[in-house]
């Protein structure tokens, strides 16, 4: 059984930053993706961005266009983690923060298509 703990919460200051960590255990997939998630209050969870792997390729990412530019999907294979770097955050960037994983290299932005996931991390970004 895949387990995903997520790490690197916080509050922080509007245009600062924050490191989110996602470490996997208890699987082995020769394809599979990585995704980062959120959800705020009162709202849907929603697909912040997410890498690939298989056996022709590694490390294909894709982000939510309210992220590009500014979030960063990375991965320490020898830690069996993946991190979520977000600078110049913004106060509508306040959510629980969620990792999940899927068996497959294709990239979904449903949440449904995730088979595993995370308890989520609080990331709080005052004004």
């Known amino acids: 059984q895949v387990q995903l703990v997520e790490s690197g919460g916080g509050l922080v200051q509007a245009g600062g930053s924050l490191r989110l960590s996602c470490a996997a255990s208890g699987g082995t997939f ?11 209050p009162g709202k849907e969870r929603e697909f912040v961005g997410a890498m690939s792997w298989s056996a022709w390729s590694a490390g294909i990412t894709h982000y939510a266009d309210f992220v590009k530019g500014r979030f960063t999907i990375s991965r320490d294979n020898a830690k069996n983690t993946v991190y979520l770097q977000m600078n110049s955050l913004k106060p ?20 449904g298509k995730y088979n595993y996931w995370g308890q989520g991390t609080q990331v709080t970004v005052s004004s």
């Open 30 to 40: 020769s394809s599979y993706v990585m995704a980062w998630f959120r959800q705020a």
């Open 92 to 111: 509508e960037d306040t959510a629980v923060y969620y990792c999940a994983a899927r068996g497959e290299s294709v990239i979904y932005s449903a949440a």
